[in-house]
C-alpha cells in the first residue's frame, strides 16, 4: 500500500454527485457533478488511486449510492479505496469482491474493533481505519460523535489488529482550503510502522509538502483539486 507518496483525489458522493463538506459539517457542501467524470478526469491527469466516500453512508449508517461508487470502480483502472456505512464483515467482502481494492472503516472498527482482523485475516493489507479527529478526538458517525479515543492510541491498537494503513482526517481544518497541521500526523506516524495518509486542509501545494515532511505515506485531496488551486500534474510534481 502506497509503495511512493501518492496525492489521492477524493471522489465524495452524495445524492448521486460530488460533494465536498467544510468541516465536516452536513449541509455544507458544494457539488462538482458527476462521480464517473470526476473519476476520469483525475485518471486522466494521472492519479494512480481514487479516495471514495458515501457521504450519506457515512451520516446515515447505511450505503446509499452504491450504484455510483460501482460505476466508478467499472469506470477506472485504478486502485480504490471506499468508506462511507460499510458496517459489516459481509460488506467489506462484497466491495473486495466487485473490484475495490481497500476498505475504510471508521464507525464500525470503532464499534467493533475486532471487524478489522475479521476482514484482514482474509484479506491482508485491504483495510484503512479511518480515524477522523476534532479537538484531538476521534469521531464517527460522519464527524457527529466523539469516542474519547486518542488518534495516535488508536492508531496503535488497528495496527495490532492487522489494519493495513491509518487514515487520518482532521476535520477541524477539512474543506476549509486554510491548510494543514501537520503535528497530528507526526504522532500517528510515530506511533505505527503500517502506512499513514493524511486528509483535511489541504490548500498549497506547500501543505503537500508539509504531510509528505511529516510522514505520511499519501493526501488525501478534495477542495483544492475541484476550486482550481493548483492542479493534479502540479501537486505530484511538488513531491
Not at 105 to 113: I, N, Q, R, S, W
Not at 122 to 150: H, I, R
Not at 216 to 228: C, D, F, N, R
Amino acid at each position: 500500500m502506497f509503495p511512493e507518496f501518492e496525492v489521492v483525489p477524493a471522489v465524495d458522493v452524495q445524492d448521486g454527485q460530488v460533494v465536498q463538506l467544510v468541516g465536516g459539517e452536513r449541509g455544507t457542501g458544494k457539488a462538482y457533478g458527476d462521480p464517473v467524470e470526476a473519476a476520469e478526469q483525475w485518471v486522466e491527469q494521472g492519479a494512480r488511486t481514487l479516495h471514495l466516500v458515501d457521504l450519506d453512508g457515512a451520516f446515515e449508517g447505511e450505503r446509499a449510492n452504491a450504484e455510483a461508487v460501482r460505476a466508478v470502480v467499472e469506470a477506472v483502472d485504478v486502485d480504490t479505496q471506499l468508506g462511507g456505512g460499510i458496517r459489516t464483515v459481509d460488506d467489506a467482502t462484497a466491495l473486495l469482491d466487485a473490484g475495490v481494492d481497500r476498505i475504510i472503516l471508521g464507525t464500525a472498527a470503532v464499534e467493533t474493533p475486532d471487524i478489522v482482523a475479521d476482514i484482514s485475516d482474509g484479506c491482508p493489507g485491504t483495510v484503512l481505519v479511518s480515524l477522523d479527529a476534532k479537538d484531538g478526538e476521534v469521531v464517527v458517525s460522519g464527524w457527529t460523535e466523539g469516542t474519547g479515543l486518542n488518534p495516535a492510541e488508536a492508531a496503535e491498537r488497528y495496527e495490532e489488529l492487522g489494519a493495513g494503513g491509518i487514515l487520518f482526517t482532521d476535520v477541524d481544518v477539512e474543506g476549509q482550503l486554510e491548510g494543514v497541521r501537520t503535528e497530528p500526523i507526526e504522532r500517528i506516524v510515530d506511533a505505527v510502522d503500517i502506512p499513514v495518509v493524511a486528509s483535511g486542509g489541504v490548500a498549497t501545494l506547500d501543505d503537500v509538502r508539509a504531510l509528505k515532511g511529516a510522514g505520511a505515506s499519501a493526501v488525501v485531496v478534495g477542495s483544492a483539486l475541484y476550486e482550481g488551486e493548483f492542479t493534479l500534474e502540479a501537486a505530484m510534481n511538488a513531491v
